[in-house]
């Protein structure tokens, strides 16, 4: 089962074209959130989305966060996902529309690996934020600010 998963991870590919689209079209990364959203939206991701809208409202992520524990961090290893860091924004995006689908799996297990790394995820941006940090200070790796799209475009509290 999480050799079927991870196969078909792999071979996601967010940015392929239909047959129906021309040469010259071109997609952004807020197209790609708002694609995303269009999706069925797993309850839990727009919870955590709301209290991360809310959050940034009302706190402006004055407080510093605290990183990922080992823990988390051996959980996304198992899916095979880098930190936020190091995350490009296509890769979030795969990832995003990976956790969508799992978040409405029929394995539990599956279910709540998905919304617990959605909530990691949610963790590592708000350290990111909060401390106007990232560990690669590279145009590369962006994919926290994919994850914020992601949320600003799932949540009722949005602008």
């Known amino acids: ?18 047959a129906f689209s021309r040469d010259d079209d071109v997609f952004t990364s807020r197209s790609y959130a708002a694609l995303l959203a269009k ?11 709301d209290n991360y809208i809310i959050i940034k409202r009302v706190f402006k992520f004055q407080a510093v966060m605290s990183r990922i524990t080992n823990t988390e961090r051996a959980l996304l290893n ?5 930190t936020l860091e190091f995350t490009t924004i296509k890769q979030m995006y795969e990832e ?9 799996s029929k394995d539990e297990k599956l279910k709540k690996d ?6 990691i995820r949610t963790k590592e941006l708000k350290f990111i934020i909060a401390t ?11 994919g926290y600010i994919a994850l914020e799209h ?10």
């Open 96 to 104: 995003l529309s990976l956790l969508q689908k799992w978040s409405e």
């Open 114 to 119: 998905a919304d617990e790394i959605l909530e």
């Open 39 to 49: 999706n069925t939206i797993p309850y839990s991701h727009k919870k955590l989305a």
């Open 1 to 18: 089962m999480l050799e079927d998963i991870l196969d078909k991870k792999s071979n996601f590919d967010l940015t392929s074209k239909s």
């Open 132 to 142: 106007h940090y990232a560990t690669i200070s590279n145009e590369i790796y962006k």
């Open 78 to 82: 198992k899916y095979d996902f880098n």
């Open 150 to 159: 992601y949320y600003q475009e799932i949540s009722k509290y949005s602008e």
